[in-house]
């Protein structure tokens, strides 16, 4: 049986109000502190995230500054930056269990064909633990440099070609849920620019050195707590995640075809993106809510936040089936394909 329009907006009320009412008063906040003229909003959380600035900026409730939509992925921008040392560093730090050809398609975004004329047969099959067998992955990689970087060069171009214009403005900054800043910096060496970014969860807030360049990066609700720590906003987090999506797969990568058009190429879909419209009053019931709290002047708490958040994750257990199925979330940089953090979780 499908849930009601009512039952959606409830759900979105409850799960997702508090947690966007606290972000954006927030986000409002450092907007003004900072001097940002222009807000990315990282893919594919950041699709919501707009959406929703947007409706508040139209309202007047947070600063009027322009905004955009910004395609990234670990995975895709990994592919772009193949060749680069700093990018290897980055890619082989999560935990990964496969032979090194799954980690090249599943992490790094390569395609079969592309893994098959790189790497010799022992290679492909080489079983790979992450991060303990960093080490030896990037020895392969020196081997490979040219021919990574022969790979890299067209989706580069292709993504310079998209994205510089949106940091074009010196005011500008990311924004996303979290964690750990990791597209954040890529983003910073690849485009060769400090940047800043605003974050729900920053795992390592603060200052650090990208290459010759700085990436600063502030968390509304908590700064400097490690996953694993007990903090269940962040443990728990992949379920935030799950609904804070857009209706396309992972980007995997941008081409420019024969007429000079940018076209972009992404992953499968989940259930929620195959149900896109229940997703939509979910979070159109969370933002009439987070609306709501910035007009009456009304503060969320970082502590009302938590405290709500590990409550609704307690309960969760007792969802219908049709919520349930909407947590489903994609996780190919671990390689461990679809998964649903009330199996993880369980």
């Known amino acids: 049986m499908s849930l009601s329009k009512q039952q959606l907006q409830d759900f979105g009320v409850c799960f997702i109000g508090p947690v966007l009412a606290h972000y954006f008063r927030w986000l409002g906040e450092q907007v003004s502190q900072y001097g940002v003229d222009n807000l990315l909003f990282l893919a594919r959380e950041g699709y919501f995230l707009k959406q929703g600035y947007e409706r508040l900026r ?14 990234a992925s670990r995975t895709f921008l990994y592919r772009a930056m193949l060749d680069r040392p700093e990018c290897w560093e980055l890619a082989l730090q999560g935990a990964f269990s496969g032979n090194l050809k799954q980690l090249c398609e599943k992490r790094l975004g390569l395609m079969n064909s592309e893994v098959d004329s790189i790497f010799s047969p022992a290679q492909k099959a080489m079983e790979v633990v992450l991060p303990d067998d960093k080490e030896k992955v990037i020895r392969v990689f020196k081997e490979h440099v040219s021919r990574l970087a022969a790979c890299a ?46 974050y729900w ?51 995997k990568n941008i081409s420019v075809n024969s007429s000079g058009k940018i ?14 419209h229940e997703l939509e009053v979910i979070m159109a019931g969370a933002m009439s809510y987070a609306e709501d709290m910035l007009r009456s002047d009304v503060v969320v708490t970082g502590q009302d936040v938590e405290n709500i958040y590990a409550a ?27 998964i649903n953090p009330l199996t993880v979780f369980a």
């Not at 940091?167 to 990311?174: D, E, K, N, T």
């Not at 996953?227 to 728990?236: F, H, K, N, S, V």
């Not at 307690?314 to 390689?335: P, Q, R, V, W």
């Open 312 to 338: 609704m994750i307690k309960s969760f257990s007792n969802l219908s089936a049709e919520l349930k199925k909407l947590f489903d979330i994609d996780d190919d940089n671990a390689g461990l394909g679809v």
């Open 153 to 198: 060069q067209p989706t580069k171009d292709a993504y310079l070609r998209y994205s510089a214009p949106m940091l074009s403005s010196p005011g500008s900054a990311l924004v996303d849920l979290g964690y750990s800043g990791t597209i954040q910096k890529l983003i910073t060496l690849l485009h060769g620019t400090d940047t800043r970014g605003f």
């Open 58 to 71: 139209y309202q007047g409730l947070v600063p009027d500054i322009q905004t955009h939509y910004l395609l």
């Open 201 to 251: 969860i920053a795992t390592r807030a603060g200052e650090v050195e990208v290459g010759q360049c700085r990436a600063r990066m502030h968390g509304a609700l908590k700064e400097g707590v490690a996953l694993g720590q007990g903090y269940i906003p962040l443990d728990r987090s992949l379920f935030l995640e799950a609904v804070l999506t857009s209706p396309n797969g992972q980007l």
């Open 263 to 276: 076209q972009m190429t992404y992953g499968g879909l989940t259930h929620v993106q195959r149900h896109f």
